[in-house]
Every structure is written in C-alpha cells, then in structure tokens.
C-alpha cells in the first residue's frame, strides 16, 4: 500500500489496514527525509501511522532492523536503476561501465534518502540481510563484468585487475553522489546549477582515462 506524503510537522495519519512492514519503512524514509536517517525511530514512525507504540516491533524489534528493511527497498532500487541504464546499452565494456555509472548517479540524486541510509553501515544489519547484500553484490558483478569484457576488447590493458578498477570506479561515483549530497561542489568552483552537469562530465573523464590505460596491441589486434 502507497501512503501519501506528510509534510513536516504534519498531523499523524491514521493507519486502517493494509500491510504495516511495509507501512512502517515508508513512514521511515519519510523521516529520514525530512530529519535525517539518525532522526527515524520505530516509534516515530508508529506515532506517524497512529498505530499503538507496541504494533511495530511485531514486524522489527528495534531502530536497526526498520533501517536494515528501508536499506533493502534502497539497494533493490538501485539495482534496478542500473539493470535499466544497462538496458539500452549494446556497445563493449566501457560503454557498459559508463551506463553502470550513470544508473548509479541517476539513482542517488532520485533517492537521497535512501544514499544515505544504504550508506550508512554503522545502522543497518548489512551481514544480517541475505537481500540487501544481494542487491549490492549485483551492482558490483555488473561492474565488475563491464571492466573484464572491456579488457578481453582491448579497451583497457589485461595487466590491470579488474575488481580494483571496480572498486575505482564505485569510488568516483561514490564519492560525486556524497559531494552533491553534502554541498561540496561549490567549493569546487561548481555553481549548483552545473552540478548534473559536472558529475557527468566527470564519469567520462573516467571512463576516457581509462580507456587510455588500453594495451595498443592489444587494442589493434581486437
């Protein structure tokens, strides 16, 4: 059941019926953007679906385990996000990377919120949900598979190893998403205006130093 959105400050709603699990984790995504994710507790979350303070912890005994469930809808939504990006993609590895990147970025500016809380490994059961670290090992053997068919194209050299170039990757688009977030660009000389503009631009950069790491003869032969 889709709940509508309540502004700040506003009146709790009341809950009827329908499925609370999933009624709580959006009244927790509701919190956690309008306060932060440290701000959500299970009884806010309660008071804001008028449900008794006791009705929640049938479905999560503590903050944790409703921030672990908030943090599974996020990493199936980014997993999505870049199944979709991947989609319309038919060119070789680099390609694939750059649209693996892209999805990413796409997702983290559509879902603030749940960047955060995903990110956020102190409060959420990472070895705890069999879903939630799915999700995120998708994301990375998507990249991963992007960076090794690129090498076998001769797009970037063999010597270099694929799962660190992986991790190089999720680190640029990492790092842009948290920089946006937290308002770093403008100490980058980025107008807040150019910021979509200044990620991408930034992925490609990436995606052409890489592409210039190739093995000429390697390259000339594939």
Do not use: C
Request: glycine share 8%; hydrophobic share 45%.
């Amino acid at each position: 059941m889709v709940l509508p959105r309540s502004a700040p400050g506003a009146m709790p709603r009341t809950y009827h019926h329908g499925n609370l699990r999933q009624a709580l984790v959006e009244a927790a995504l509701e919190l956690a953007q309008q306060n932060g994710p440290e701000r959500v507790s299970v009884r806010e979350a309660a008071r804001r679906l008028g449900v008794s303070p006791a009705a929640p912890f049938r479905h999560f005994p503590n903050r944790r385990a409703l921030m672990t469930a908030v943090a599974e809808e996020a990493a199936e939504r980014l997993r999505i996000e870049v199944r979709k990006s991947l989609g319309g993609e038919k060119g070789g590895g680099l390609a694939r990377l750059h649209a693996v990147g892209r999805g990413y970025l796409q997702w983290a500016r559509r879902h603030p919120a749940h960047f955060r809380i995903v990110s956020a490994r102190d409060q959420i059961d990472l070895e705890g949900s069999a879903a939630l670290r799915h999700n995120i090992e998708e994301v990375r053997e998507v990249t991963v598979q992007a960076l090794q068919a690129a090498q076998a194209q001769g797009q970037i050299a063999r010597h270099h190893d694929a799962s660190a170039l992986a991790l190089l990757a999720r680190a640029t688009v990492y790092g842009l998403a948290r920089m946006d977030l937290d308002g770093h660009f403008g100490q980058w000389g980025v107008a807040p205006a150019a910021v979509p503009a200044a990620m991408d631009a930034t992925l490609d950069l990436l995606i052409t130093l890489l592409a210039g790491a190739a093995d000429p003869a390697t390259a000339a032969t594939s």
